[in-house]
């Protein structure tokens, strides 16, 4: 059964994919029988360029795409290469690390109840520093260049290329190259980013991408923090998509082509700047120069990540104080008083929710534990990884806009009557989910110690046997953690849940963001404390049932 596994995964994370870019493409180009379409024509594209603010849309989405990008990837490598092997790493390295289980629209919300007029950054400082009676008139939250956009994708996407790189970071002689550096002069910053950085880039460079991809054709954060005149144009699309108007999915769907263009361009963009930046390191690298004196930025490198990790945990203290709090006028610093009044209004229409998000969680996490255990175990029986072509085809779900393929496979979904189904949901929702698990759990499985497995054989136990009695007890911490990871990535999904369910199963993530345009911030905070809640929960499991099935077997719980 286990030669079915790698078929399987390729069918669940390509052939979704393919069809969706399929049923995309056709009603682009005005092929959609189902509304009358039936010839094709480029009728979509000349209405999707009339549109008003059209261009300056797309613009805006490639350049947030690259900034967000380019900000990440710097306080990622700033930081690594500043502080590897020190206390300081460690401790920042632990701070951060949580900060992946916080779903996006939830970070969203946090930063915004910090940065705006009103925001608790303004009041910490008000009027003492500022002298604001009241909140500044300024447009900070939704601002028409997309700075706070920018930055409330910058907080989130910084935890995952951090893990990324920390997983990386074994495969590359990281410390050896370190010491050598440093004996040859080079201060640490420099050394480690002369000797170590490129080939480590390398291996995080598919997670590059996938961050290019998700900041330039995300919705629920720009919902939340984006401009709105024009909105950025996946905003735009899934507004068109939801249109009374059918012929408006026409439109749509020719936008999502043109989004699929700017994620290209902007991915394209990425790979020149990539050649320039190289070419620019080698030059530097030939003046031999040390740098020794890189104290200033070693600490602006470890002072832009602490104060990233401490913007989205102020963020989400301050969701969770909103939740419970009475009467909390600016410029006070506190509420008057605290009060259970706003979860009490919001429990019932919490209900649903709430069981729609843990059941299709727990559904698609446990089928893609499944199918990456199945997989990781089949790879053992072969002794072949797929190496790169593998890899890639992990994080092809990420990589390719979500709205580039989920309008199209909306579409085929409704064509073939299996839409708004608990089925469909749970299977669009493992699309994304599969990916994430079998990375979480990849690198562990990797580098369990074979040796116990020969052992249990040289015994008479068969492979089944080894499987259930020696490979998964020692590896149950590593599996709990990606099932965590995985319930996390399926909480935080907003657009499958809205175009494939069709608003049928709402969850905590589209109730939340749905919120997110009104004015009451009680229950704003209720919905996204309760939406950051849930994988905190799925995280904390993970570290306590490993302590307490194994807790006579410190080696095993150490794992």
């Keep these: 059964m286990l030669r079915l596994a790698p078929p399987l995964a390729l069918f669940v994370l390509a052939v979704p994919l393919a069809c969706g870019l399929f049923g995309t493409i056709l009603p682009a180009f005005g092929f959609l029988p189902a509304i009358g379409g039936t010839t094709l024509t480029l009728d979509p594209f000349a209405d999707l360029f009339a549109q008003p ?10 350049l947030i795409g690259l900034v967000t990008t380019a900000i990440s990837l ?28 916080v779903p996006h629209a939830a ?5 915004a109840f910090m940065i705006a007029p009103s925001g608790y950054l303004a009041r910490l400082f008000s009027p003492w520093a500022t002298g604001w009676e009241r909140p500044p008139d300024a447009l900070i939250v939704n601002d028409p260049m997309g700075l706070a ?13 951090l893990l990324i790189t920390l997983a990386a970071l074994p495969q590359v002689p990281a410390m050896r190259a370190l010491n050598l550096g440093q004996s040859l002069g080079y201060g640490r910053l420099m050394g480690f980013m002369f000797t170590t950085w490129p080939a480590l880039y390398r291996q995080i460079r598919l997670a590059v991408f996938a961050v290019i991809a998700y900041a330039s054709a995300n919705v629920d954060v720009a919902f939340i923090l984006g401009p709105t005149t024009p909105a950025t144009l996946p905003v735009r699309l899934v507004d068109w998509m939801n249109d009374p108007d059918l012929s408006m999915r026409f439109m749509a769907c020719a936008g999502a082509v043109l989004q699929v263009a700017v994620t290209g361009a902007a991915l394209v963009i990425w790979v020149g700047l990539e050649r320039v930046m190289g070419a620019l390191a080698e030059r530097v690298c030939e003046t031999g120069r040390r740098f020794r004196r890189d104290g200033w930025a070693r600490t602006v ?3 832009a990540m602490t104060v990233s990790a401490l913007l989205v945990f102020g963020g989400l203290a301050v969701l969770a104080l909103w939740s419970v709090a009475g009467l909390w006028q600016f410029p006070d610093a506190l509420p008057d008083g605290l009060s259970l009044r706003a979860w009490m209004r919001s429990a019932p229409a919490l209900a649903d929710p709430f069981a729609t998000t843990v059941i299709i969680g727990l559904a698609a996490t446990l089928i893609s534990v499944a199918i990456a255990l199945a997989c990781l175990q089949r790879e053992n029986q072969t002794g072949r990884t797929g190496g790169s072509r593998a890899l890639a085809l992990v994080y092809l779900p990420l990589v390719v806009p979500q709205i580039g393929f989920l309008f199209g496979l909306q579409l085929l979904l409704v ?9 469909a949901l749970i299977f669009v929702h493992t699309i994304f989910v599969l990916p994430y698990v079998f990375l979480s759990l990849s690198a562990p499985w990797r580098a369990y110690d074979r040796r116990y497995e020969a052992l249990a054989t040289a015994l008479g136990a068969g492979e089944a046997r080894t499987f259930w009695r020696i490979r998964l007890p020692m590896l149950t911490r590593a599996v709990l953690t990606a099932s965590a990871v995985g319930f996390a990535v399926s909480v935080g999904q907003y657009l499958p849940t809205l175009l494939i369910g069709a608003g049928r199963f709402p969850t905590i993530t589209t109730e939340a963001v749905a919120l997110g345009s009104g004015g009451d911030r009680r229950v704003i905070g209720v919905y996204a404390f309760l939406q950051m809640l849930l994988p905190l929960i799925g995280f904390a499991l993970a570290s306590l049932v490993p302590a307490l099935l194994f807790r006579n077997r410190r080696a095993i719980r150490a794992m």
Excluded: N
């Design 53 to 62: 603010g059209i261009a300056r849309s797309a613009v805006q989405s490639l």
């Design 74 to 101: 710097a306080m990622v490598a700033g930081f690594v290469c500043a502080w590897y092997g020190t206390r300081a790493f460690a401790l920042i390295q632990h701070l951060v690390s949580p900060l992946l289980a």
């Design 107 to 111: 970070a969203a919300f946090g930063f």
């Design 149 to 161: 956009l920018i930055g409330g994708l910058v907080i989130k996407e910084v935890p995952f290329l």
């Design 301 to 303: 490198a470890g002072g």
């Design 415 to 423: 064509a073939a009557d299996a839409d708004k189904s608990w089925a």
